[in-house]
Each structure stands twice: as C-alpha cells, then as structure tokens.
Nanobody, 119 residues
Framework: QVQLVESGGGLGQPGGSLRLSCAAAGSIVSVSNMAWHRQAPGKQRELVATISRGGSTNAADYVKGRFTISRDNAKNTVYLQMNSLKPEDTAVYYC?????????????WGQGTQVTVSS
C-alpha cells in the first residue's frame, strides 16, 4: 500500500510564502511524475505544477514566477515553494504521484492540505 503524506499548509499573508511537502511512503519501487493540484471552494480541482523524475517542470500560468515545484528522489518527496501569495491561492492543495508498487503503476493522491491566504 502506498500513501502520500502532505504537510506545510496553513495560514499565509498576502505577499508571503509557504512551503508544502509531500512524501510517498509504503512498498515503493519507483516514483515517476509528481504534481500539485488545488481545489478552491465551489471550484473544480486544477493543476498547479508538475515535475518529472528527471526534474523537468511545468507550472500553470497563474502561478508561474511565484510557485516552484521540486523533488528529492531519494526521499520520494515533492515540494511546492509558494511565494508572493495571493488571496486567490486559497485552496486545498493535493499532491499526486505515479508510483510503481506491487507489480504495477498506481495513481496516488494525498489527503489534501489547506492553504489560506489572508491578512
């Protein structure tokens, strides 16, 4: 069984910073693509940023230049550094990973961590 455990959410001020972490745990052989998504109240879940195992990244236009995704393959962990926070970044943030475990690739999601941006 594979679990993605997120941490680092909370209250941030406009213009401030927060850093999210997500660690994959369990019987893991390999982790391929990892990503962060978010879902604001009353809205659909949307993609924030992705990162390949080799470190290639993509970010949504609404976070480019402010958010940075990174990973530590040795720790099976993905990070999201969020700078210049805006109130519209308020959402539940979910990490995602393609994990090889138990003889097959699995799509795994974290439980979500709340990020609230407010003064």
């Amino acid at each position: 069984q594979v679990q993605l455990v997120e941490s680092g959410g909370g209250l941030g001020q406009p213009g401030g910073s927060l850093r999210l972490s997500c660690a994959a745990a369990g019987s893991i052989v390999s982790v391929s693509n990892m990503a962060w998504h978010r879902q604001a109240p009353g809205k659909q879940r949307e993609l924030v940023a992705t990162i390949s195992r080799g470190g290639s990244t993509n970010a949504a236009d609404y976070v480019k230049g402010r958010f940075t995704i990174s990973r530590d393959n040795a720790k099976n962990t993905v990070y999201l550094q969020m700078n210049s926070l805006k109130p519209e970044d308020t959402a539940v943030y979910y990490c995602y990973a393609d994990v090889y475990s138990g003889g097959r690739w699995r799509v795994c999601w974290g439980q979500g961590t709340q990020v609230t941006v407010s003064s």
